[in-house]
């Protein structure tokens, strides 16, 4: 069964512009969530889909941050425009049922460099 | 809020025993997981605990004292492999549910 997938590996923008990171959850899971760890910090929360819903967006940082689940399979976040904060690795993750004690799956991360 | 506190590094011999521990406190708890993540890779996996006690699973144990907000992981039979950083991770309830709420990691390293 393949895993968590994002794409791209890395991405390096400059300020300003706009990049588009791409989640595909283990199929069959309902669940998806955003993660996002800043140099030198924790993992942080973004945000949680349940579906194609958004269920719990409170993490994301600002309105410069989209993240949207057409379908309920794949996802993206897309950031516009970028700043130089914006930099770090985005993590997806992912769980099959609305379960409070499930195990949540992490894809290997996009890597972000904001100049 | 959420503080989940953990060493920033870990260093023990190829064959030896070494615990991670972990200390949080937090406005909701519904379970505590232990993450490995190996450099450029995606965490994962190894172990759950919502109750008070010890989870046996091979070389890896994870313990719980919801009462004392501490948990550790237990590493047996060192191997170079497990060279690696080591997250702790809460999981939310109530308005939170879902959310894991992570420490910085350990990164520990294995000598031969």
């Known amino acids: 069964e393949a895993g968590v997938t994002q794409f791209p590996s890395h991405s390096v923008i400059e300020k300003g512009q706009t990049v588009t990171l791409r989640c595909d959850p283990i199929?069959?899971?309902?669940?998806l969530y955003w993660y996002r760890r800043v140099m030198g910090k924790e993992i942080k929360f973004l945000l949680h889909f349940v579906k194609e819903s958004k269920q719990d967006e409170s993490g994301m940082p600002n309105n410069r941050f989209l993240a949207e689940r057409t379908g309920g399979t794949y996802s993206t976040l897309k950031v516009q425009p970028a700043e130089l904060e914006d930099s770090g690795v985005y993590f997806c993750?992912?769980?099959?049922?609305?379960?409070?004690?499930?195990?949540?799956?992490f894809g290997p991360g996009t890597r972000l460099l904001v100049l | 809020g959420q503080n989940i506190d953990q060493p920033t590094e870990m260093t023990a011999t190829e064959g030896a025993i070494v615990q991670i521990n972990c200390t949080y406190q937090?406005?909701?708890?519904?379970?505590l997981f232990w993450y490995q993540q190996h450099a450029g890779e995606a965490p994962t996996f190894l172990s759950y605990n919502v109750l008070d006690g010890l989870e046996e699973k091979g070389r890896f144990s994870s313990f719980l004292s919801r009462s004392k907000g501490y948990s550790y992981l237990l590493l047996k039979e060192l191997q170079m492999k497990d060279s690696a950083s080591y997250l702790c991770?809460?999981?939310?309830?109530?308005?939170?549910?879902?959310?894991?709420?992570f420490g910085r990691g350990t990164q520990l390293t294995v000598w031969p």
């Open positions: 199929s069959g899971h309902d669940n």
């Open positions: 937090t406005s909701g708890f519904n379970g």
């Open positions: 993750a992912s769980s099959q049922d609305w379960d409070s004690q499930e195990t949540q799956y």
């Open positions: 991770a809460v999981l939310g309830r109530g308005s939170t549910l879902g959310r894991l709420y």
